[in-house]
């Protein structure tokens, strides 16, 4: 943070105070809404859901009418000629510029609308739940037809020019447009694509038999505890980890972070990774200024750079030799049965495994974006009414065929796998595959400024690189969106170019293409 | 509930629709504030206590703004003459009248002050907790002085005939004054006094000793757990028991219903009595009608009534001949060495040591409402500024010594033992002896009605006492003030005769008096 960015006499600007203190009032009904959710996936008992869908959709509501209320419109009005004469990258005018974006499309939503979502979401939710109980799609497809529904609703509300998935897209990556995400997968289909079929003609280079075993669930758990508190994820008194069906993290304040974590007792990788990536979007919670903490500036840039943080400490570092140098003699005092005569070398392999499979959540770096277009593109398809719902399960499967070369055999391990569509439907998974390729671009960024990165890996020291990303990318929170800040970090926009060359990098020393 | 409180065909009237339309956003925001509440004593990371110190202000806020809108005023006022056809114990007029009660005293809180309390709470929490772990009555001071002129400016907001506790009284046992308390105090001390001598003359007639040993931590939450389902809590699918510092219990509907216990792995009856206390509450708001979940009748009819609940099931239950009869060889099969060879009498003996003590919530059911009315007593002298808050500790000192013939070594043991004055100051207490009293005559009437109780408590049995509380008191929600609610169902108002009866028939059988 340059000194420009924190002061702008903002003290002697009544307008602006009473603009911040409206908008925490929001963020605070926001962040509220957030714990009832934490807590609904964690320990709410069973029959609360009802209630807790009731208890939701009001707090949407009233904070959606609180940010949306014509006060805020004047503020806003008002302040225009004072922005101007502040610095872009000021707190002061990164707030009135962000909460006027936020608050024209907010006002766009009609407050019935955002009421409907919520109700939809909580409605979805359960359906989906018992589709995966009963591993049956058709239970779930009358929810999910009311969200698509409700899902065009709100892109028509929000408006775009060139495609629905626009305005919805916006919603998650600020900026980014439908178009520069079919670009983006272009090049990484045609990247990926061939990669995919030379390592599947040598698949039996890498064994990972040893990581399908039975790890006990509390080593498990102390494991990744150690390992979240290891990267930098203050686990001591702003965070804590619990347990869910579905991992996720979620912060009420940079104080309070929170993430969750399923344990596999029959698979390494799933708790153990969920934990880093996880641990990583918790570090940036952590990291965003404790000046931004009631502000609509305490987030993160977008979801894709979220993502970002979560794919760099699971993958670039997590599954990086230097990591498991240091890491790896610990884990296997854990588990001595299960590793101790399995190398160091075999391990870090087995854990870069490739393999197509059907499980996003657990699929390996080379193969995870071809999960990722697949969804993109069923999304894109369902709003261009080419693809009906009823057929969604059959074109998922093929899809699968078609990149992964391999067909999803029930619903669980194809189209019901993912939480997403009980949220919205649109745009909701383009993040991730903008998280991995930004990870790599500000990594080598991190990397080009500290070359000795890997080697402090090795000793178990990660603070040089987490110290880096808190000063480039979370002390901006919510300042700037996704390809400013990249352009600002690392002087480009969103590029598959570095993440490309190192997947082909790092997997071609793997299976030695 | 008789037929007549369902129906009233509420639903031609748009303006009640409107009414209760809105009070269920508020309900909905102030359940949501307690679900802050709740894991801020339970999960919460130590350093988000600041953030959720904002979040709960604002959701108070809110709350208070959204319930002391005007719109509810005017419908309240077109409602008076379709609410005059009613039934006076309908749904529809009970949820005027209540609306109306609790709008005509919130309407008269600045919501300036309804902040500043919330945030005098947090802040006095803190402190108490700081004050706790030093052990220093001088670290609370400052934030109860702050609490106490909040206090002040609420009672005097809300207004007073006699006496400003008698308005903060009011918030929670509506229709209650400091004269009917200090009448009732009157009645218990005299009553109970010569009591508490008598029993300390043969104060070795039960041994207790038993109790305080090793109990281990995971069997005594089992114990606990079980006993709770076993009165007729509902653990499997609408609530869940945690641990906390001070044990409460909370619900967010009837179908989410939690309370927290403390294990003290030392002594058996801290966690287990705790737990039969707060399951009691429990049954009260899982037993409340569930076509009053969004409704302002979705809550007990006062703190008092609550109490009646769980001092009803841990004490005239739970520390009942007939409880153990059927509970005891359970417990023994969960501690063989430490209780094996202590006979079921002298464990009931054991659990009904009477013994002046410093700490109200482990207090014996004789002594009980002494612990009580020292508080009262010092609420009042401080309200007519006849105790200064210097002084506090050494006038609750003297009490103790007054009532109890003991004196507390130290503030811990004094004057800093409860939560209650972190979220105000005067009347908080009223409830606990209101809920003394109550409980026995409540019980009494269940027993003309059902003379086999106890027989069925010796079986395990708990359905009819528990089915009578439905459906004398939990199907009535908030529709009834106290006292009214004690004059239905018992016939009679509050009445501290069949408690002292109780209290002397069964002390004078254990102690041979």
Redesign the interface.
Known sequence: MSKTEASSGAAGNKDYQRLVELL??VT??R???G??FW?QQT??????A???G??L???S??AHE?FTAPEIGRLLERLRDWEETLPYDSDEASTIRVARREYEKATRLPPDLVVRHSRARTRAHEAWIEARQKNDYKVFRPALGEMVDIMREVADALGYEDHPLDALLDQQEPGMKTADMEKLFGELRQGLVPLVRAIAEKADAVDDSFLHQPFDRETQMEVCREAAGAIGFDLE????I?LSVHPFTIG??R????FTIRIDEGFFNAGFFASLHEAGHGTYMQGLPERF??SILHEGASSGLHESQSRLWENIVGRSRAFWEFYYPRLQKGFPEQLGKVSREDFYRAVNKVEPSFIRVEADEVTYNLHIMVRFELEKAVFDRELGLDDLPGAWNEKFRDYLGITPPDDLRGCLQDIHWTFGFGGGFAGYTIGNVASVQLYEKALEEHPGLEEEFARGEFSSLLRWMNENVHAHGAKFEPQELLQRVTGRPLDAGPYLAYIKRKFSDIYGL
């Open positions: 925490a009032e605070a009904l962040q509220s809404g714990l009832l807590d320990y709410m008992p069973r029959a609360g009802r209630a807790r009731n208890h959709a009001t707090l509501k009233v609180k008194t702003r965070g804590r619990d009420f304040s104080s309070d972070v929170r903490e009631q």
